[in-house]
């Protein structure tokens, strides 16, 4: 092993992977002699592997590179022709003189525009029956206006709950309806808010020449007058909310003194079930009453 340890010292001169692996070979031969157990076919083994590694570092010889040829010389590039001179462009045709014009043709006198459709007026102008609701906002698809009218067999019962018991000689009803919304499933609308509406009545043909009011009954029992004026056949009157309404007239202007002319109605919102038929009831009555003093009264003349 001595013999080749100088080459150790001189691995950095050959290709790496000869000087690999001798210092492999030589490192196995060297664990090889110190190991005691060691056999010796294994010793044999480590020493031939060790001497071939050693010979091929010793018969290494480093190649010379080959003297490159120097390159050939470029030929000389051919001298370009000399450009053929160009001929002398033709001298160009004189233009013609341009056709005059025709003059043009008047333009057609536009026709009138047609007149634009007036803009739908959406779902807040309701119709039915005698009665048309117009609403300051417009409602839903689904909401529809209904209206219930009540004969004279139903009035007689609504007098025990008018406080202001002369109402029915001074007053009588023309008509009493119950305006109020519905939606898709027939169900009664209330609204979150007050809405302003302008409802309208039809005066009928019996009705004309007479001293026309409306009221409303509140659930109090105060007879209440509500500003309203005729327009056409009907006669029209603001609120803020769905109710009992009536129509009444009288011989003479003489508002009771518990009524209170043009007073505002306060927004109560559609009344449950309970108080209204309460009110109807009241209604009922007071017209029955008051039908019966006019037939007394045409029988006695």
């Known amino acids: 092993m001595n013999k080749y340890a100088y080459l150790l010292n001189e691995l950095a001169n050959y290709p790496k992977d000869m000087a690999d692996a001798f210092k492999q070979a030589y490192t196995k031969a060297e664990q090889v002699n110190k190991d005691s157990e060691a056999m010796q076919a294994e010793a044999d083994a480590a020493k031939n592997a ?9 018969t290494y010889e480093e190649p010379n590179p080959d003297d490159p040829d120097k390159p050939d010389q470029p030929e000389k590039p051919d001298q370009p022709n000399k450009p053929d001179q160009p001929n002398n462009p033709d001298k160009p045709d004189q233009p013609n003189n341009p056709d005059q014009p025709n003059n043009p043709d008047k333009p057609d006198q536009p026709n009138n525009p047609d007149e634009p459709s007036k803009p739908d007026q959406g779902n807040n102008a309701l119709v039915k029956d005698d009665v048309t609701v117009e609403t300051d906002v417009v409602l839903d698809d689904d909401i529809k206006l209904a209206v219930k009218h009540f004969d004279q067999e ?3 019962q609504l007098g025990v709950e008018i406080k202001d018991k002369t109402f029915l000689k001074k007053y009588n009803f023309e008509k009493l309806i119950d305006i109020y919304f519905v939606n898709g499933k027939d169900e009664r609308v209330e609204f979150n808010h007050p809405i302003q509406m302008v409802m309208s009545i039809k005066i009928e043909k019996e009705m004309l020449g007479k001293d026309l009011r ?16 005729f327009e056409n056949d009907t006669i029209k009157f603001k609120t803020t909310h769905n109710s009992y309404y009536a129509v009444v007239s009288t011989a003479a202007t003489v508002p009771g003194e518990s009524i209170k002319p043009n007073s505002p109605i306060k927004n109560t919102g559609t009344k449950t079930e309970q108080n209204g038929t309460a009110i109807l009831w009241t209604m009922l009555l007071l017209v029955g009453s008051a ?8 029988e006695n003349n």
């Open 50 to 58: 060790l001497v071939m590694a050693a010979q091929k570092l010793e």
């Open 154 to 156: 139903m009035l007689k």
């Open 214 to 229: 409306v009221v409303y009954i509140s659930d109090s029992g105060d007879v209440r007058f509500i500003p309203s004026w």
């Open 291 to 298: 039908v019966y003093v006019t037939r007394k009264r045409q």
